[in-house]
């Protein structure tokens, strides 16, 4: 089966950093994706893992450890948009068109 | 990135009616497509993997002859709710996977609200 943790909600400060962990146990694995996703909204794509170590993309950061099933999100200089719930999803397998299988979320939210 | 846009974006309607949503990759064409439920504070639950000229692939749990897919052509696909149920409300996203870029990412549309009264 496919297992993926994430904290269900996180506060940080607005301008500060927070780090939102994802674990996984999954059949196989072929990479990671992390999504933003604003309420009542569709999640938008913010970065991918395939390899381990880390993925920068500007305020966003993203790494992965195969050996722990473990990744983060890494988001610097929070702004008050960065409110919103952080999907981490789990590629198992090369075969079966790309499926996804995702984590419930996290909901962060940044205050004053 | 990709676009993939969604109609309608909202549909209210009666127990026992059927309702169609669009899927529509506007900038790439994407021979798989998957459809996602979302209920309130919950994460995406992939329904079923649609795939251009074939059928579906549908996820341990949902109905085929309820939730019927259709994926006519490399930009569109279809997601047909059957007698539509008060259960049946949720928020429903469809995925396209883009190829062309090297990651293999899926974009997601803007979701569908649908509430069955």
């Known amino acids: 089966g496919q297992n993926i943790d994430q904290p269900t909600e996180m506060t940080a400060t607005e301008g500060a950093i927070v780090q939102i962990n994802c674990t996984y146990q999954?059949?196989?694995?072929?990479?990671l994706f992390w999504y933003q996703q604003h309420a009542g909204e569709a999640p938008t794509f913010l970065s991918y893992?395939?390899?381990?170590g880390l993925e920068e993309k500007g305020r966003f950061s993203s790494f992965l450890s195969r050996s722990k099933g473990y990744s983060y999100l890494l988001l610097k200089e929070l702004q008050m948009k960065d409110s919103a719930s952080y999907l981490c999803?789990?590629?198992?397998?090369?075969?079966?068109?790309?499926?996804?299988?995702f984590g419930t979320g996290t909901q962060l939210k940044v205050e004053l | 990135g990709a676009v993939v846009s969604q109609h309608p974006s909202w549909v209210i309607c009666k127990s026992g009616t059927s309702v169609k949503i669009e899927c529509r990759s506007l900038?790439?064409?994407?021979?798989?497509m998957f459809w996602y439920r979302q209920f309130p504070k919950q994460s995406l639950m992939l329904m079923a993997t649609?795939?251009?000229?074939?059928?579906?692939?549908?996820e341990q749990g949902v109905e085929k002859d309820k939730f019927l897919i259709n994926h006519a052509s490399l930009t569109l696909s279809t997601l047909t709710v059957t007698s539509a149920h008060p259960e049946d409300s949720s928020f429903y996203i469809c995925?396209?996977?883009?190829?062309?870029?090297?990651?293999?990412?899926?974009?997601f549309g803007p979701g569908t609200r649908l509430l069955v009264l």
């Open positions: 995925s396209a996977r883009d190829t062309g870029i090297g990651v293999e990412t899926q974009y």
């Open positions: 999954t059949s196989g694995f072929n990479g």
């Open positions: 893992n395939v390899l381990d």
């Open positions: 999803a789990v590629r198992p397998q090369k075969g079966g068109g790309n499926k996804l299988t």
């Open positions: 900038d790439f064409q994407a021979t798989t």
């Open positions: 649609s795939n251009e000229g074939s059928k579906a692939t549908y």
